[in-house]
């Protein structure tokens, strides 16, 4: 349509944007048989996962006790091949920013499909995590009626269960795959916890959107979050060209049986002791003791 | 793809999963010839209401005056049937997770349709208190250009429509479903309305991400919400168990009138008396007179 | 289904919602031949400006130095038919909410034929400014791996991408798109940007969940803004109805290499001047010195 | 995959194929603005026109009598505007081909939207011709045990439908729509019907496959034809550069309650005499009297 | 699109379409509840029963040694729902044509149940002739590299495949849906075997386009046909009303070891003996002998 | 739904489906990493092709001279890539079904990737050729308006484009990918062309419905066939165990300029001489002499 008198523009426009220049460090470049991170395949991957973790509540298939063997089979072996394809593609989209790493596809693949199977190999545990997850959030939450509510409809429970799945893979040295897994729980959640954090059992975020839990924040068990938290870095050591340095543990340490209620913000490599509870909107950057209660000061009449 | 060499892994892994031990209560299996709750048909439902609601602005109907009538009449009688089928898959649902109550599909089935025949005859009664909150919405933000851009592009006006489409099933006793119909809501605009929420007509959320309004909340005619903000609860009596007591009151009551700035949080059974103003970034715990207006203490420089 | 026994309820609510004084402001009409604003055509309208962007990171092609040019090319061209309808289906919905402008089909394609090559013509540009948004997250987040990961997987850097297109439609004057192309941004990431903010190049948002910024706002280069900061309206002067008056700057205006941290709120046409840092969960509605560093006072205990 | 060593090939071939030379006649360029045709549209149009014709047989709405009003309405009104734009399609299509004629685009427009009212106001006469089709091929058929098998099930009324609407599409004067939709029932089918050709009520195609059905053929009442027979030409007069001429009356004539058994083939601007019957795989090139009975000679043993 | 000027012409049509006289015998009333045949639901259970009868040709999982019982069982569990659900919808909806049948829709549901699970039992010896059916066609075809090739490109071998199917369906009492299941194998093949056939073992149909074999035809082992082959019904015997009487055996009976070339039409129920040979091109309407050579006479030249 | 009574069949069918004797020579299992033939890409391959070869009239791009060039190259690029993927997976198959073969992928890779580059550059000849195919059909058929309504809708065109394209797969030695091609057109148009036959420059099909023409065939230029016409394999020469031997010429030669009528028989190594022309429905078995005009003899009245 209306092509005519503007295909000049056209023209014009894509010699700029063709020309190579114009997209340095913008464009990403596959190399020959590489797979590509999709965000659809791994969609799938988290779908199928809720599938085998929680029977009968994810998934299209009708569970029944005689035939769930059949489901959980097809699933997994689904799984396993839609993993290694992902995990492949995260290690050949590292591999492919760092120009200095030798690249051996084969290697790759071996990598990747051992990764794929020890992460299959660890869903048991993923499971019996979320078990604890599951009974926190019904216990903690007078507006629940049955853990099966909680499951079916909890956006914290998602967010929680993409994070296990994610930190594992982050754990077995997936790049990439984990960010992504990530963010999609924080698209449809508005829970924002990157795969680094390690988080303890029964954990709970109520409601939930605006948490942000950052890469070297560590929890407890039976910590229990509102909508808002902040557990973030206080601010970064610089570097000699003035850039954070990169690694650095800068997130807090949240103890046993904490209670941090909504839009809180707590900052830097602190300690939250067991047991404390952090009032809403307050933002802390210093050590709490155990079994403290800290909340805002009164607002001015 | 490399199944060969890993094939021992899954095949263990299955038989993990499918041991009935490891997957109690995070199961969910459906009786014969029962619907379960679909997020498919759901958000179709949704679209409907939308569509019926607001002619022309949703759905993908040309409308016109001489044929709106067949458009209403056909997406009225498939709302009809659709929600029919998901009030009955919530009742099962329900049904289901009480194993003490006696199970009559029949009876479901009965009860389904008259709840359905219900809803639908109230939907002109959403329709109009929907246009005081589309009007309220145009008057309150400067940024609006016409009420056609509230109805089609705010987000808070998606998250009022399907709670007050969540909070009359509510009302008819349909469990499960309001509760995902609200998240619907929650995942789109980051907006969470508990559907037992009670709220007065000409409601106006701006921006909206983070809100979260509590069960037992109950919010008077005219009133403004600004994103972040929280109407939730204080604490939770315990029973012997140190379990949450289900179903007190315990959100506040908001009077007409009043205005919430940005991530205010507004706890406890407590009542904010007409007129009042609610600054941003605040914590109220206690009774706020009419007409009053708090605002945060001075930051620190 | 169980139509039988309901048909007069279905009967009759169609009856009354097709009662023309039922939707009187809720229904929105189309005239003979004008497109309409579509949400699928947006959002590949997204897509495709992504893919031009940033090529090899979206869009489904396998992009290589030597096939580029001919990607590049059919998505060009295909953008400007997207956009060329979609500026128009804003002109003609514009044009239908005031009904005292006169209507000039022919004249409003000439119109959006412009319009939409002017916008491709701006491409380039906006690929430019994009280029040092994503330097400027990768160097203040010390979890970023590579300038690759923020490119995909930032929501920040999606939100930002969104602002730049819906900015630069602003500007050419298309009237609703824009904030369609914004709320998008909203909905998937949490971050809502007026079309209408100013912002300058190498501009970060992390995390990002309950950004909001105004439509009047003002920012400038290497700014830095963290989850559930509100860039706001302190309040809007009323014209005599009570209503409050459209189109007043009423954002604030925010230096070069300004930091604000998580939950700030900003209101008001006030000056936060260059190198000043807000600290987390303040409400600020005065102006700030350049450099000045400003925190909340310290939480009760 | 595989690009970098055939790149040069691929880069090769592009631009041969890219001349204009190569592909002259080959090519078709459509015109600012006008539609195409689409046989994704145009199978639409053919589910849209078969829900109407035969109600709850085809299409997806569950239809009873206090309802059925509705879903025609919404189905004749998008049968209505998808028609008009096909319809507009054909006429540029005719147009652009044609590069003597002069082109204006509001002008067909006006044209295809009042041929495309007078196929709707035609639909009723459609249906009682039908309603005559179905009869006669149940009562033909020893192995249909119902009128409702036959309209669900039998390709040959298929057939009859797809050309009853081509053949009044062709008569209003619509180019290359009648051509596209009769190859559809011909590729469903088997049964190749040109628009053109006249046919009678109470018409019946058995099984069906391999039917051919000339443009001038002209078919009285009841007739009834099976498998792999042909109403074609003969031969087919020449120009003065040896090329058949076009639109001359060259298939067969024939008349009322004639019977033609499989693979039959009839040539030529022949008449069958009322109540004939052809027997199967025989060439009939002269008339044949009424009331007369063909067949094949015997084999040879 | 133009609905203004041409909308009397719209709601004219609508009120005669929608005049119950006009739909009379033309439309189809579901009754509560009940589900209605649907050819995507069918094409689905042809597509399952070709994934379970060949594994790893058909269907979309990739199968290996150690998964595939996962996958049959998944397969065969959705195959039986499907297939349950349609057998119902084929009981009502021979029910509804049938007024003067009581009706009782738990009796019909059982009825399904009951053949849907006699029909899943009966799947190993479909699998176990078709196993016949693909030797033979590829011994009898010397185009054909391996048994491979013919299940999977042979369009004879997928009408054999839908026939035995809808063969068994049949015997079990399952009204209209065999009847579907063949017309999908004659539009996708060009074959057309009524469901009534009885067909021996090791049957081959080479190409196929225009084969049509009768409802009462018998068939031995080891048949081949080719293409445009007609075993059909001579005449029909009349009742009183001049209708054809339905359910006479009328087709012909073939022996074993027959082959029947391309085009030959065979008419009434006449024997054709076993080892006989049918020439291309001919029609028969008596006895063949066993062993006998058919062949049409010489063409005049 | 209603598994409960039956599950015991359901678990018995599937343990007699997934004994490994019981689908012996009926599964294929893919090899680690292999792809498969894939009838959704080869469809996506040859509405690749035509978009190439007839621009404009296929694929859904609106062509104009300005950006034809980057349709082209996107779609030429988008080819190579999907026909390097199932040339290596009929390579594969072949690979799989013949187990005394070495196996090498990577040399299999190297082999798919080296012929679908020489497919890719042979097309300008596939399109040059189909020119000459175009000419013929507007010129042979009177009721043909344009060489355009030939390319749009001709059915005979279709398939010689599909058989052009397989035939030229089937020279470079890419096993089955061909044939699956070929039963593409022939599902689609009736028409069964096998890949291995010779056909010459302007060859017509007309209607088409039921022709075959064998492996082995030759066809010379400006040959007209109609539909129902068999060129087909007389006898089968048997080998020792009685079946027939493989790749032994067996089907017609046809001349220059010959027609032939529908439904036409001619079989066996036979000579067809310039310029003849056969007459519909006769079976011929022995050469036919430049020029001859044969026709069946007169139908016994």
């Keep these: 349509m209306g092509l005519h008198h503007y295909s000049q523009v056209i023209k014009d426009t894509v010699d700029k944007l063709s020309e190579s220049a114009s997209y340095k460090g913008l464009c990403h470049q596959v190399r020959d048989g590489e797979p590509f991170p999709s965000s659809e395949v791994l969609s799938e991957i988290i779908a199928l996962s809720r599938a085998l973790l929680f029977p009968g509540f994810y998934g299209d298939s009708i569970v029944n006790t005689n035939t769930i063997h059949y489901h959980i089979g097809v699933n997994t072996e689904r ?71 909680v499951i079916f409809c909890y956006p914290g429970l998602r967010a929680i269960c993409n994070h296990r799945i994610a930190h594992k893979l982050l754990e077995l040295g997936v790049p990439l795959i984990p960010r992504i897994i990530s963010e999609m729980a924080h698209s449809e959640t508005g829970i924002d916890i990157h795969p680094g954090a390690t988080i303890g059992a029964s954990f709970t975020i109520d409601h939930g959107t605006g948490v942000v839990i950052g890469a070297t924040a560590i929890l407890g068990h039976n910590v229990t979050i509102y909508q808002g938290v902040t557990l973030g870095a206080k601010n970064f050591p610089l570097d000699e060209n003035g850039n954070p340095i990169k690694g650095i543990a800068r997130h807090p340490i949240i103890g046993n049986d904490v209670i941090i209620y909504s839009n809180a913000t707590i900052l830097g490599r602190i300690k939250i002791g067991d047991g404390a509870v952090i009032g809403g909107n307050i933002w802390v950057t210093h050590d709490v003791a155990p079994g403290a209660r800290l909340q805002q000061s009164n607002p001015k009449k």
Excluded: M, W
Aim: charged share 25%.
């Design 79 to 149: 799984l396993f091949d839609l993993l290694f394809q992902q995990i492949l593609a995260g290690l050949c989209f590292d591999n492919n920013c760092d120009s200095n790493t030798e690249y051996n596809l084969d290697f790759l693949r071996e990598s990747a499909l051992k990764k794929a199977a020890e992460f299959i190999e660890y869903l048991p545990k993923i499971r019996a995590v979320l078990a604890t997850d599951v009974e926190a959030a019904f216990n903690n939450d007078p507006a629940a009626h049955s853990q099966a509510e």
